[in-house]
């Protein structure tokens, strides 16, 4: 049986809004398990930004419990909670947010450095390592600015796994880039899977969607349908995209 990573019981997120309240996330029960690559679809505005920060301890939630590794992060501390988003997960954004006066080296590395769990001379060999296989070994001393959307997002792939997170956690992470950069993200967030990193990811991009071993829907901060995958091969995926496609039609994507 697959070992839990995240679950959430009851998840409720609600923000203030012309003096009241909107409901975004209500009553969500969700689990994200260990080796998946589990992405989240749903309409534009039907809250999976607000459930991915629910769940990651970047937001907190309204009410309800989320576990982390079988902690409750509702009634954690500040300290304890960035502690454990340091430790535990790695996060891929639209909006790539590297440090724009540190090197694409620096970049992955300082995660690691700040991390203290490996010496500074095995960071830099795990740095080294990570940015020879997202393929920007020869751009790392550049400054990001000096580099294109699609080798940025590849370094801050790099950098969400320096510290060898139990969970990545992306957002959009191809929303921001051309049909070819999309591939190579997709292929390196796959590769990483395949090696063992779990990875839960929101997008509206079905290419994206595809590479997934279970889909979530998500419609009004509710999950309302689930659809498990085999493991995405490049062979698998015109017919990956046919059952795909058919199922989000019946969930009325
Ligand atoms: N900080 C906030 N304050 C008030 N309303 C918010 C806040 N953050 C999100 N919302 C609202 O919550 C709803 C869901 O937002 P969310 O960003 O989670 O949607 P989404 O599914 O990620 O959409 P998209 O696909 O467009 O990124 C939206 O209607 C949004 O306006
Ligand atoms: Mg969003």
Redesign the pocket.
């Known amino acids: 049986m697959k070992k839990v990573i995240i679950s959430a019981r009851s998840l409720c997120k609600s923000?203030?809004?012309n003096g009241g309240q909107?409901h975004?996330i209500q009553n969500a029960d969700i689990e994200i398990y260990e080796g998946d690559f589990t992405v989240i679809m749903?309409?534009?505005?039907?809250?999976?930004?607000?459930?991915?920060?629910a769940l990651s301890g970047m937001d907190r939630a309204t009410s309800g419990e989320v576990l982390i590794n079988g902690e409750n992060i509702t009634e954690m501390s500040e300290r304890k909670l960035a502690y454990l988003r340091h430790t535990e997960f790695g996060f891929v954004f639209q909006q790539i947010h590297l440090v724009s006066n540190l090197s694409l080296f620096e970049n992955v590395a300082v995660p690691g450095y700040l991390n203290k769990v490996l010496s500074v001379s095995e960071v830099n060999k795990r740095a080294d390592e990570l940015m020879e296989k997202v393929g920007i070994s020869a751009i790392k001393n550049q400054l990001p600015s000096q580099c294109s959307g699609g080798e940025q997002q590849r370094c801050a792939i790099a950098r969400a796994l320096i510290n060898s997170p139990s969970l990545v956690f992306a957002?959009?992470p191809t929303g921001a880039l051309n049909r070819r950069n999309t591939t190579e993200v997709l292929d390196l967030l796959t590769l990483s899977n395949r090696e063992g990193q779990s990875i839960l990811m929101?997008t509206?991009d079905l290419r994206a969607a595809l590479r997934a071993s279970r889909i979530l829907y998500?419609e009004d901060g509710k999950i309302i349908g689930e659809l498990p995958l085999p493991p995405y091969s490049e062979e698998s995926e015109k017919s990956r995209e046919t059952q795909v496609n058919s199922w989000l039609t019946s969930m009325q994507w």
């Open positions: 923000f203030a809004h909107v975004i749903g309409a534009s505005g039907s809250g999976k930004s607000t459930m991915l920060y957002d959009e929101v509206h998500l």
